[in-house]
């Protein structure tokens, strides 16, 4: 365990050390791999599927807030779905914009959850992203957690369904618009995903906050097996489009990769666990008082040795 926190400490120190240009390198991967997960799943527009126009939009977003980052995301899937139909463009529009305000006046500083979530769907554990998000944010973290599910499934949406979208007449607009709207409010396997990992966001935040010992591992374990659960009695009712054994091996590594988090953001030593008592002039308190897990750095004293003839 030792040689673990020191590994943990030492790469704190380094990001400290070295924020001024990791922070705007790790920006730059994020914008990246961002852009290049939307012109993979879509890759309609190629205007902006340009190779060099994805690295020169990802260097400006290394220097910019991350929420603007949300919005250049915004503004390349609107391009791709434009060239789908105009409909389309119009109505994810609306979407993401909802969601946007949405986001913005409810939990403005997680817009990373919104960019990760479709990232994470991607590579197949996005059982993850609630959880952590649970421990490490307020409540209203939740909030990133539904608009990044919905600009998973709507980016999905889109792509598996514009060869139909396309093929509707170019003069009836109505039709279009009711079969894309249809499509994006009648899709019953999105409200399962959306309400389990919801739900297992506030499960996670509400334990992870208890006054009980080992509360952010209950926590974990607890909100993986209410996503679980909900995924599984959603997936025998509507068509979700996971597999039963595909959410099980995602949440045990999302599971193992919340541990991981867990140990760098919140590693105690219960075992040493004191309650202190005392009181002013209006109140009692009762803390409860955990030490961290820390390593003492050995310190280095070097002493000069002259001769004396």
């Given at each position: 365990?030792?040689?673990?926190?020191?590994?943990?400490?030492?790469?704190?120190?380094?990001?400290?050390?070295?924020?001024?240009?990791?922070?705007?390198?790790?920006?730059f991967c994020?914008?990246?791999?961002?852009?290049?997960?939307?012109?993979?799943?879509?890759?309609?527009?190629?205007?902006?599927?340009?190779?060099?126009?994805?690295?020169?939009?990802?260097?400006?977003?290394?220097?910019?807030?991350?929420?603007?980052?949300?919005?250049?995301?915004?503004?390349?899937?609107?391009?791709?779905?434009?060239?789908?139909?105009?409909?389309?463009?119009?109505?994810?529009?609306?979407?993401?914009?909802?969601?946007?305000?949405?986001?913005?006046?409810?939990?403005?500083?997680?817009?990373?959850?919104?960019?990760?979530?479709?990232?994470?769907?991607?590579?197949?554990?996005?059982?993850?992203?609630?959880?952590?998000?649970?421990?490490?944010?307020?409540?209203?973290?939740?909030?990133?957690?539904?608009?990044?599910?919905?600009?998973?499934?709507?980016?999905?949406?889109?792509?598996?369904?514009?060869?139909?979208?396309g093929s509707?007449?170019?003069?009836?607009i109505v039709?279009?618009?009711?079969?894309?709207?249809?499509?994006?409010?009648?899709?019953?396997?999105?409200?399962?995903?959306?309400?389990?990992?919801?739900?297992?966001?506030?499960?996670?935040?509400?334990?992870?906050?208890?006054?009980?010992?080992?509360?952010?591992?209950?926590?974990?374990?607890?909100?993986?097996?209410?996503?679980?659960?909900?995924?599984?009695?959603?997936?025998?009712?509507?068509?979700?489009?996971?597999?039963?054994?595909?959410?099980?091996?995602?949440?045990?590594?999302?599971?193992?990769?919340?541990?991981?988090?867990?140990?760098?953001?919140?590693?105690?030593?219960?075992?040493?666990?004191?309650?202190?008592?005392?009181?002013?002039?209006?109140?009692?308190?009762?803390?409860?008082?955990?030490?961290?897990?820390?390593?003492?750095?050995?310190?280095?004293?070097?002493?000069?040795?002259?001769?004396?003839?």
């Open positions: 365990m030792s040689s673990l926190l020191e590994i943990r400490d030492a790469l704190r120190d380094f990001y400290s050390r070295h924020e001024i240009y990791l922070l705007p390198f790790l920006k994020l914008a990246f791999l961002t852009l290049f997960v939307i012109n993979m799943n879509l890759g309609m527009a190629s205007r902006v599927g340009n190779m060099v126009l994805v690295l020169l939009v990802s260097l400006m977003c290394a220097c910019l807030p991350v929420n603007l980052l949300v919005v250049i995301a915004m503004i390349f899937t609107i391009i791709h779905f434009y060239e789908i139909s105009l409909e389309c463009a119009i109505a994810g529009g609306a979407v993401f914009l909802l969601m946007f305000l949405l986001y913005y006046r409810f939990s403005p500083k997680d817009a990373l959850v919104v960019l990760l979530m479709p990232l994470f769907f991607g590579i197949k554990i996005p059982y993850v992203v609630p959880i952590v998000v649970g421990l490490l944010c307020p409540v209203t973290g939740a909030v990133s957690v539904a608009c990044g599910v919905i600009s998973y499934y709507v980016i999905i949406y889109m792509r598996d369904n514009r060869a139909i979208i509707v007449e170019a003069d009836n039709a279009r618009f009711r079969y894309i709207i249809d499509g994006l409010m009648g899709n019953k396997g999105v409200l399962v995903v959306l309400v389990a990992f919801c739900a297992a966001t506030l499960m996670v935040w509400v334990l992870r906050r208890l006054s009980i010992n080992y509360a952010w591992t209950i926590a974990i374990f607890a909100g993986g097996v209410l996503m679980v659960a909900i995924l599984m009695m959603g997936g025998l009712s509507y068509d979700t489009g996971l597999s039963m054994t595909a959410i099980i091996v995602g949440s045990l590594i999302s599971l193992l990769l919340a541990k991981v988090v867990q140990f760098f953001a919140f590693n105690v030593d219960y075992s040493r666990t004191e309650q202190v008592q005392f009181e002013d002039d209006e109140y009692y308190y009762y803390v409860k008082a955990i030490p961290k897990n820390t390593v003492s750095k050995s310190k280095r004293a070097v002493k000069k040795i002259t001769s004396v003839i």
